[in-house]
C-alpha cells in the first residue's frame, strides 16, 4: 500500500500504472491478510474504495489500455477495463465534430492496430521504445497513423495524479486552498476548476475590450455624449478618500480576484497630474505589479491626450502618499465627479 501510494505522488506519466497497481494490493491483501492486525477490516476498507467510481476512474483504466509497458496484455478481453475506455473516449472527444462512422469506431479501429502491432506500431524498435520512453513520447513518434488514438494519449497521460500537482493546479486558481476544498470530489474540483477558468477569461476579454474602447471614448466626437448626459452626470458627485484606507493594505499585498475588484472600485477612472513628467493620466485599472519586491496591486494609467504619432503609454503608479498627492494636483475639470477628502 506504501508503494501504490508512492506511486499516486509521482509528478510523472504514470496514470496508467495505477489501476494495475491497485490490483496487485487487492490481491496481496486477499492473500495475506490474515498475517496483519485487522487485516479483514484493512482488507474490506481497502476493496470498497479500489474501484471504479471512488479512487479510481474511467481514465486510469483508458490509460492503462494504452500505456506501452503493458502493450502485450489482452485488454479487449477484459469487459470492466474495455468499458471504463469506451466511456472515456466519449469525454475526451465531446467537443469535437464526430466522423461518419462515429469516434468509437474510429478510435477503436486504431486501438486494434496498436495491439496488433501494425502499420508504425510494427517497427523493430518499436518494443524498445515502449520499454524506454514516456508514454505520450511513444504515441507521438509511432502514432503517425492513428491521429485519434494519438490524441487521446496525450490527453490522458497529461493528467497528473499527484497532489503536489493538484495543489499547484489550486494555487493557480487564486488560492482556493481551504480544509473545505480538501474534502471535495474529483468531479467538483473539475467543475470549479472550469469555472475559475472561464471567469477568468472572461474577465481579461471584458478589460481588452475596455482599453480598445478608451482609445475612441475621449476626443472622438461620434462618442462624445449628449448635452442632457453631460449636465446629468456632472450632477453626481461621489465621495473619494484621498488617502489608504484601512481595509487596503492587505488587499494590496495579496494577490486575489477580489481584493482587485476591491481595488478596481476605489481607483478606477481617477485622474492624476505627474508633475514630474508633466503628464495628465487616467487610471484604466489595478493589476499585480512584480516589478517591485515585494510585489503589490498597482494602478496602470493612461495618457490623456497622447501624441498622435506615439503608441499608447501605459504607466503603473504604486498604491501610496505620492499617488494621493498626484491625485490632488489633477486640474480642472478632471475628477469633477469626485470629491477629494482628504485624511
Wanted: proline letters at 4%; hydrophobic letters at 40%; one cysteine or more.
Amino acid at each position: 500500500m506504501l508503494r501504490l501510494i508512492r506511486l499516486a505522488e509521482l509528478n510523472r506519466e504514470v496514470i496508467g500504472k495505477f489501476y494495475p497497481a491497485t490490483l496487485a494490493v487487492k490481491e496481496h491483501l486477499e492473500a495475506e491478510h490474515g498475517l496483519l492486525p485487522y487485516g479483514s477490516k484493512i482488507r474490506d476498507k481497502f476493496l470498497a474504495k479500489a474501484v471504479v467510481g471512488e479512487w479510481l476512474q474511467d481514465v486510469h483504466l483508458a490509460a492503462y489500455v494504452l500505456d506501452p509497458e503493458y502493450w502485450d496484455v489482452d485488454h479487449l478481453s477484459m469487459p470492466e477495463v474495455m468499458g471504463a475506455f469506451a466511456r472515456a473516449i466519449d469525454k475526451v472527444f465531446f467537443h469535437k465534430t464526430p466522423p461518419a462512422e462515429g469516434w468509437f469506431a474510429r478510435v477503436m479501429g486504431q486501438l486494434r492496430s496498436f495491439k496488433d502491432k501494425t502499420g508504425h506500431f510494427a517497427r523493430a524498435c518499436a518494443p524498445n521504445a515502449a520499454k524506454s520512453m514516456l508514454p505520450s513520447a511513444f504515441f507521438e513518434t509511432y502514432g503517425i497513423e492513428a491521429i485519434e488514438l494519438k490524441y487521446m494519449a496525450k490527453r490522458l497521460f497529461y493528467i497528473s495524479i499527484s497532489n503536489d500537482a493538484a495543489e499547484l493546479n489550486w494555487k493557480h486558481h487564486k488560492d482556493n486552498s481551504t480544509k473545505m476544498r480538501a474534502r471535495l470530489h474529483a468531479d467538483k474540483v473539475h467543475k470549479l476548476i472550469s469555472i475559475q477558468s472561464a471567469a477568468t477569461l472572461r474577465e481579461n476579454i471584458l478589460r481588452d475590450e475596455k482599453l480598445q474602447a478608451l482609445k475612441w471614448t475621449l476626443d472622438d466626437e461620434v462618442c462624445k455624449l449628449s448635452k442632457e448626459v453631460e449636465d446629468s452626470r456632472d450632477r453626481i458627485v461621489a465621495n473619494f478618500l484621498n488617502y489608504k484606507e484601512d481595509w487596503e493594505d492587505e488587499k494590496i499585498r495579496t494577490k486575489n480576484r477580489a481584493h482587485e475588484g476591491l481595488l478596481n472600485d476605489k481607483y478606477q477612472h481617477v485622474y492624476l497630474y505627474d508633475a514630474e513628467n508633466d503628464e495628465l493620466r487616467r487610471i484604466v485599472h489595478v493589476e499585480w505589479c512584480t516589478a517591485h519586491r515585494p510585489p503589490r496591486y498597482a494602478v496602470v494609467t493612461q495618457l490623456v491626450n497622447p501624441p498622435e504619432d506615439e503608441d499608447e503609454d501605459l504607466m503603473p503608479y504604486l498604491i501610496n502618499e505620492n499617488l494621493y498627492e498626484c491625485i490632488l494636483s489633477a486640474p480642472a475639470p478632471y475628477n469633477q465627479q469626485r470629491r477629494l477628502i482628504s485624511k
